[in-house]
Nanobody
Framework: QVQLVESGGGLVQAGGSLRLSCAAS????????MGWYRQGPGKQRELVAT???????NYADSVKGRFTVSRDNAKNTVNVQMNSLKPEDTAVYFC?????????????WGQGTQVTVSS
């Protein structure tokens, strides 16, 4: 019912920048929280950043000061600008949204986009 399509991943050298984008589409009444999670090799999925419809933002400590999340409520899109990238940022990045549908509130995930940071 909710599709999340991510774009913007790729390969970058340490210290470089990337911007990830995600657009939500499908059948839903509203979206409360949108954001990004990531899963590195051999690791569990972890929070990167989230932003509510009211603009409240939460960052993982590991990305504070380097990543900036933003959102367009009218377009149902969320972006993350990633600067000063480090090799430890290498992961598959997943777009996330919490959407209200005919089935109630649903946690929705994109398919993921690979970010690789070389040293």
């Amino acid at each position: 019912q909710v599709q999340l399509v991510e774009s913007g991943g790729g390969l970058v050298q340490a210290g470089g920048s990337l911007r990830l984008s995600c657009a939500a589409s499908g059948r839903f009444d509203s979206i409360s929280t949108m954001g990004w999670y990531r899963q590195g090799p051999g690791k569990q999925r972890e929070l990167v950043a989230t932003i509510t419809s009211g603009g409240t933002i939460n960052y993982a400590d590991s990305v504070k000061g380097r990543f900036t999340v933003s959102r367009d409520n009218a377009k149902n899109t969320v972006n993350v600008q990633m600067n000063s990238l480090k090799p430890e940022d290498t992961a598959v990045y997943f777009c996330y949204s919490r959407a209200f549908t005919g089935l109630g509130w649903l946690d929705c995930w994109g398919q993921g986009t690979q970010v690789t940071v070389s040293s």
